[in-house]
């Protein structure tokens, strides 16, 4: 059996077309608009980008407070918001709650709003 | 002179490099998540995907509103504030407005929201 090339993305992929390709139908930008919501606060989304860059792919709470110039409550409940949204996860180990981002969502927005291809006259 | 490979992204892309690549800083971040406020309500998200869409690059303000079930004044407020986020431009042309998308600015987003590759542990 001769071996096939992967496709570049799997069939059902219609929720996560490039809004430049259709245009969004109201309970997908519903949905989207939340997790946009959640990216519209800069502590959030330097939260966010720690939590993805972070060695290992996982960040546990207590290297996620350092950095910021707020509460330890107020990092609570920006990752809740996160979780909540569907960008990360997270589970408690011992002492700590270790969070690690969610691929398929990032990926869903990233995707959603590449840029018209090929690009038009405007830049 | 031999060809050489081009690479992959402009020398200059530090404004834009995946988040999973490295931490955003407080400057990015504010800026950022200005444009993902502009993204985060439902009828905005809608605007933008059917700019982005249009057949030829650009719509005319008249084919905006009829898709939605608010007002004209709501519809205009909701593109200045996707303009003023710098994701789209516009420009009169006799009685009526043509918008367009920025392309530039919607690939900085969606290359921010790379996920981490290779994946991670958790999906």
């Known amino acids: 059996m001769s071996k096939q090339a ?7 992929q219609g929720c996560c077309a490039p809004m430049a390709r259709r245009p969004l139908g109201e309970t997908d930008a519903a949905e989207l608009s939340r997790m946009f919501k959640a990216l519209s606060d800069p502590v959030r989304l330097r939260l966010l980008s720690l939590i993805a860059s972070y060695e ?3 960040a546990c709470v207590c290297d996620l ?4 110039d707020v509460s330890q409550p107020t990092i609570s409940h920006h990752l809740k918001v996160l ?3 569907g960008l990360v996860d997270s589970e408690r180990r011992g002492t700590w709650v270790y969070y690690w981002v969610l691929p398929a969502a990032l990926n869903r927005l ?3 709003l590449q840029a018209p291809v090929p690009p038009r006259v405007h830049t």
């Open 6 to 12: 992967l496709p570049v993305l799997p069939p059902d």
């Open 65 to 68: 407070t350092g950095p910021f």
């Open 83 to 85: 979780r909540e949204a």
């Open 56 to 58: 290992g792919g996982e």
């Open 110 to 112: 990233s995707t959603l």
